[in-house]
């Protein structure tokens, strides 16, 4: 059962566990009024059967909802469990919000699946998949009934997006919050104004993002107070800071825990043409703010003209028991940077850095793992360059969509078992590059 919460006035390959895909289920809408209402349909053609603001108050309970080429310019909501939402071309069917429209694809069921289309220009989100709903069922992207831990509302389970290109939107191109079991792959998320993918607000999120390309963004992907979440198999390259995560009290649960960063390729975060990053951040590889237990390694991180990993405190979150290990390192103004706060001291925190790598302080170089606790340095971020709006950012080129649509939908598993990433190695330089 979903919780739901008042809206708030203001607003905000390695896939896991078997997708298998079995018969749909049949639905009815219960009548409510002298005139029954229509059946839930287990197939929604758009735009044959209904617009794509009718779409999702069609589709039943395990139904698919399949979009024909062409550029549609509204919302698609979803509050049916275990739907599946295709495209069936990724580049020839195009949710454009022209910049008035906040939300492309909103999925507030459970199991939701998105796949095979591009979502651009809206104001907010791409693609929001929420469990955060106002009394009507509807996704919601601000509010402090869902975000304070006490009124959090509970955590709905299971969600799939892939092969989705998501560019140019206001907030986030490829949204995850208060959600569990999910997994983001395969995309490309490009002109994001505050990240190309966030997952927030999950206290045991269970959450894998692996094989995405985060490319001209303000930050590439972004976790805020997500726990237990593995990156791995990533393209991040061209933005203004490549990974953000974080610890805070705008949302529940933090702070962040367990976060696995592993063979990714987390390089040149030096573009200007992309929009400003909230706190003024830039050529930033990695930065960790209050984090706890997070694990960097196997990485190829280069050519951040500021540093590469830099972990601090957050508020009064203090980063503990983090490990920077193994990593390859080239090109950064400095590899790695630690500046925990006199407030918010961290403790505990691993840094086994190789031979040629550059860090403040000087002492993390001999420290490694043996002597965890160090001092902080004095490292501060150099001013940004000024940016540019988040529309105004070049549109990636097409990219290779499913091999196979039909009509039949996705059947999520109920938990997602994530990847161990202890054997996974540094990766080549050219990863993902053909889909950058």
């Not at 961290?346 to 993390?364: M, Q, R, W």
């Amino acid at each position: 059962m979903r919780s739901s919460v008042k809206p708030y006035a203001g607003a905000l390959r390695v896939l896991v566990g078997v997708l298998a895909v079995s018969g749909v289920v049949s639905a009815l809408v219960a009548c409510s009024s002298p005139e029954a209402a229509p059946s839930a349909l287990e197939v929604v053609h758009v735009p044959a059967d209904a617009t794509l603001d009718e779409a999702g108050g069609l589709v039943a309970d395990g139904g698919i909802i399949l979009i024909a080429p062409g550029t549609y310019h509204g919302t698609l909501a979803v509050t049916a469990d275990d739907v599946t939402v295709r495209g069936e071309d990724r580049n020839e069917v195009v949710l454009d919000g022209e910049l008035t429209l906040s939300h492309g694809v909103v999925g507030t069921g459970e199991r939701v699946t998105v796949e095979n289309l591009t979502v651009r220009n809206y104001l907010q989100n791409g693609v929001l998949i929420t469990g955060v709903t106002d009394e009507n069922g509807a996704g919601i992207a601000r509010g402090p009934d869902g975000y304070v831990p006490e009124a959090a509302p509970d955590p709905v389970p299971g969600y799939l997006v892939q092969f989705v290109t998501a560019q140019n939107n206001g907030l986030y191109g490829i949204y995850a919050f208060n959600r569990t079991d999910g997994v983001i792959r395969d995309n490309l998320a490009s002109g994001g104004s505050d990240s190309g993918i966030y997952i927030g607000q999950c206290a045991d999120c269970t959450a894998l993002v692996a094989d995405n390309v985060m490319q001209w963004n303000a930050v590439g992907l972004e976790l805020a107070n997500a726990s237990n979440v593995v990156i791995t198999g990533n393209r991040i390259v061209e933005n203004r800071i490549g990974i953000s995560v974080l610890s805070n009290y705008l949302e529940a649960h933090g702070p962040t825990e367990g976060v696995r960063i592993v063979g990714n390729v987390i390089a040149d975060n030096v573009e200007e043409r992309t929009p400003t990053q909230a706190s003024g951040a830039f050529g930033t590889g990695i930065g960790l703010g209050g984090t706890v237990a997070a694990e960097v390694r196997a990485n190829l991180i280069t050519g951040n003209a500021n540093v590469g990993v830099w972990l601090t405190s957050s508020e009064d979150f203090a980063p503990t028991d983090n490990r920077i290990a193994d990593n390859a390192w080239a090109g950064n103004g400095l590899d790695v940077a630690y500046t925990a706060t006199a407030h918010a001291l961290g403790a505990d925190n691993c840094f086994a850095l190789s031979a040629g790598a550059t860090a403040d302080p000087s002492t993390l170089l001999a420290g490694g793992c043996a002597e965890p606790d160090v001092a902080p340095g004095g490292y501060t971020q150099p001013a940004a360059p000024a940016g540019v709006s988040f529309a105004a950012v070049d549109l990636p080129p097409t990219r290779p969509g499913l091999d196979d649509v039909d009509e039949t939908p996705r059947r999520l598993p109920t938990t997602v078992n994530l990847p161990d990433t202890d054997a996974i190695p540094v990766p080549d330089a050219a990863l993902l590059e053909d889909a950058s």
